[in-house]
């Protein structure tokens, strides 16, 4: 040995020089960096994901049960679901007769009355109350398509004009109104939604 060389330690402080297993101390101290790095992320990232949940109040609304008994004949009500307004019209036998009698070949978007209500319960006409052109709320018993009894709806935004089954007859709106999911809970309740 040189006597003019220094000797080299014997603790190994090479962090580098791999264990017994192949893995270094870096190794282990990136993946742990990595693993706090993701966490913090995460921890970070949970209000703002958390914030896009719809609010207390909305999933409150997310059903509603509406109690029909107090609807005359002739009559539509607005009611409030999911922040959208919701015709609910207790329809004549004139309004029916009128609906029923209109040939899909006549509307822009073909749908049977008896489609739009449910079985049995035909007098009873359930609708998302926002029109399907630009989301104006359109107004009941008004239009050219309202029938004897003016059931229909009119949307005096832009002009168009629903018959008394909610179907679009006339005016730039493509479609019908949106008839939500709804059922009968009994013969004078519903539930929508």
């Known amino acids: ?11 190994n402080t090479d962090h580098t020089t791999p264990e017994a297993d192949g893995t270094t101390r870096r190794d282990f101290m990136g993946l742990t960096a990595a693993t706090l790095a993701a966490v913090g992320v ?11 949940n719809p ?3 909305v999933l409150a609304l997310s059903s509603i049960e509406v109690d029909l008994t107090p609807i005359a004949e002739g009559q539509t009500i607005k009611v409030k679901w999911r922040g959208v307004p919701v015709f609910i019209r ?6 029916i007769d009128y609906a029923k009698d209109v040939a899909l070949s006549e509307l822009k978007d073909p749908q049977a009355d008896a489609d739009r209500v449910k079985p049995g ?25 309202s029938g004897i009894d003016k059931g229909g709806f009119f949307c005096p935004c832009h002009g168009s004009q629903y018959d008394t089954s909610g179907r679009i007859r006339g005016g730039p709106a493509p479609r019908n109104l949106d008839v939500p999911l709804y059922s009968f809970i009994s013969d004078n309740r519903i539930k929508i939604g």
């Open 42 to 52: 995460a921890s970070a990232a949970w209000p703002f994901i958390n914030s896009m």
């Open 90 to 95: 207790h329809r004549t036998k004139n309004d």
């Open 55 to 57: 609010a207390a109040d």
């Open 121 to 145: 319960k035909e007098q009873w006409l359930v609708m998302v109350g926002v029109c399907t052109h630009l989301g104006c709320i359109p107004i009941s018993g008004e239009g050219e398509y």
């Open 1 to 11: 040995m040189n006597p003019h060389t220094t000797p080299k330690p014997t603790n």
